[in-house]
């Protein structure tokens, strides 16, 4: 990865920065999940992760690393901040890689040094070039970020830019880590830096941006067009805030534009030949993906991926869309993995139908997942004459990517109507092994259900938001049910899907608590394991 890309390096951060998102934490058999359909889609390299952060997630790098770090496949590549003890955490977490990379990082705002770090920029420029030398002593392959370059002054950036390829950086990444830059400033600062930092040939330039102005990735076609040739990006946009560049919009962006673009490669505008190595067609998918395990949802209207983006509502469109697709239509939705043939299986269909399916649709299970899953499709194509790919991608995730099962729920049911007062009757198992019943009354079924299910478990918590979404058209489709609860300061997502609204009101609520509980016994546990040690 050292030498000078021909076109765009995609660099996946949906594990790293986008998983920043709050609520959307993943464990690691989703991150290893999510990683093996990135290196299907094609991404250059993944940020697995944040080794020294946790053992968790130092766990998740080494695990993406030996089964997704093959010889063909991705970098695996950890993010470390600049110091000894996070660097030598992230070597060793890629170690497992065929090849590995540290990505390093220290701020380079005046904001970020005097109220942050508390450095000069004399300070910074000595670190940032010691810990590259001393990733160096790892791998090869050193990425450096000066962290807010965006609002970072120029003749510092080029400066420490200058100092970190010296010191062995291969990739020099420049973030606009508040979401602060329009698009033809970020062009005009990697344009400076491709003039100003005379060794800015021994690296790659990479961009990084926060969508906090709605602007990231027009900031990044910019700075393509000035020189950027890696872009550092999430499935669906999701990350710290507003979120980081979306993978699938850049990625669209530079194919269907690619004639535009071309000129800035050097390559003539009918060039075919395409600008990243993604297969775009495994595009949606990784969405829908992504969206499952995260338990974040894709706006309706959002470019590429959302519901809409490939439905015509008005008349006139759609009597244009008729006559000729181009009139209305600029790219295929075959183009992103979209199919008309969404129906795929029914009552009838094997294990071995619905197994192969779902290969297709990224989803390697094992056996004891794709038992329950499997047990579940029956149950659900009982009720459901016909089950689409996406019926199928919420009964493997309510089924196999569930939060581990502290409490159980074991009966809900229901009395409400326009003369009745709403009253849950809910039967939970606790942690412990007990059984309780209670019941309570709400001012709907689903508030009823969540009163009495707090009144059995007695978790602390607030509930911030609720949604309810028809998996499909139709009287029979399946709802998936969307809840984050709070404690004091984090959120978990908790997430169900079943042909009864109700049971997945309630299944979701308790896989949202036992998200937060085992947070909190985690962090318990932790606490006495430290106050052993001191
Ligand atoms: O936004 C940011 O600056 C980052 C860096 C760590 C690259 O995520
Ligand atoms: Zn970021």
Redesign the pocket.
């Known amino acids: 990865m050292n030498s000078k890309p021909e076109g765009i390096i995609i660099f996946d951060t949906t594990l790293r920065?986008g998983e920043q998102s709050p609520g959307a934490t993943l464990n690691i058999d989703e991150k290893l999940t999510i990683a093996k359909q990135l290196a299907r889609l094609g991404v250059d390299v993944i940020e697995a992760g944040f080794a020294f952060a946790s053992p968790g997630d130092f766990e998740a790098v080494q695990k993406i690393a030996e089964v997704v770090g093959v010889e063909d496949g991705p970098v695996i590549c950890s993010?470390a901040r600049s110091r000894h003890d996070d660097i030598k955490a992230a070597a060793e977490a890629i170690k497992p890689a065929a090849k590995g990379r540290i990505h390093t990082?220290l701020a380079t705002s005046d904001i970020h040094l005097q109220y942050k770090l508390k450095k000069t920029r004399s300070e910074v420029l000595e670190i940032a070039g010691e810990m590259v030398a001393y990733a160096k002593s790892f791998v090869q392959d050193v990425e450096f970020?000066p962290?807010?370059a965006g609002r970072s002054d120029p003749e510092f950036l080029y400066e420490v830019l200058e100092r970190v390829i010296a010191a062995g950086a291969t990739t020099v990444?420049i973030?606009d880590?508040v979401g602060f830059i329009t698009p033809s400033e970020f062009g005009a600062l990697i344009k400076g830096i491709k003039e100003n930092v005379p060794n800015i040939d021994q690296a790659i330039i990479s961009v990084?941006g926060?969508n906090d102005l709605g602007l990231a990735v027009a900031n990044f076609l910019e700075a393509v067009k000035n020189g950027a040739r890696q872009l550092e990006c999430t499935i669906n946009g999701i990350g710290?805030r507003a979120g980081n560049a979306a993978l699938e919009e850049l990625v669209m962006a530079l194919h269907v534009r690619r004639q535009y673009f071309n000129p800035f490669f050097g390559r003539p505008v009918e060039s075919e030949k395409a600008l990243t190595n993604i297969d775009t067609r495994q595009i949606y998918k990784t969405s829908r993906l992504v969206s499952n395990l995260t338990g974040m949802l894709v706006q309706p209207n959002k470019a590429i991926v959302g519901a809409n983006a490939f439905s015509h509502e008005s008349g006139i469109h759609q009597d244009g869309v008729l006559k000729n697709k181009l009139t209305y239509e600029i790219m295929d939705a075959q183009l992103i993995g979209l199919t008309d043939n969404q129906i795929v299986l029914g009552k009838l269909s094997g294990r071995n139908a619905f197994r192969s399916r779902l290969q297709e649709l990224g989803y390697d299970l094992s056996e004891s997942d794709l038992n329950k899953a499997f047990v579940r499709f029956k149950d659900i194509a009982d009720k459901k004459k016909e089950i689409s790919d996406r019926d199928l991608e919420a009964i493997v995730n309510d089924e196999t990517q569930q939060a581990p099962d502290l409490f159980k729920l074991e009966l809900v049911q229901i009395s409400c109507g326009s003369n009745a007062r709403p009253t849950a009757t809910i039967t939970l198992r606790l942690p412990d092994g007990a059984e309780i019943t209670d019941a309570a009354i709400g001012t709907g079924p689903v508030d009823a259900i969540y009163k009495a299910i707090n009144r059995i478990a007695n978790v602390p918590n607030q509930l911030i938001e609720y949604s309810v979404q028809s998996v499909t058209a139709g009287i029979d489709a399946i709802g998936e049910v969307t809840i984050r609860l709070k404690d004091e300061n984090r959120i978990f997502t908790g997430h169900a899907a079943n042909t009864d609204i109700i049971v997945a009101s309630a299944q979701a609520y308790v896989n949202a608590l036992n998200r937060l509980y085992s947070s909190m016994h985690s962090q318990r546990k932790h606490a006495q394991m430290a106050s052993q040690e001191t």
Do not use: K
Request: glycine residues 0%; charged residues 35%; without cysteine.
């Open positions: 920065d993010l990082f970020s962290e807010d990444n973030p880590t990084h926060h710290e």
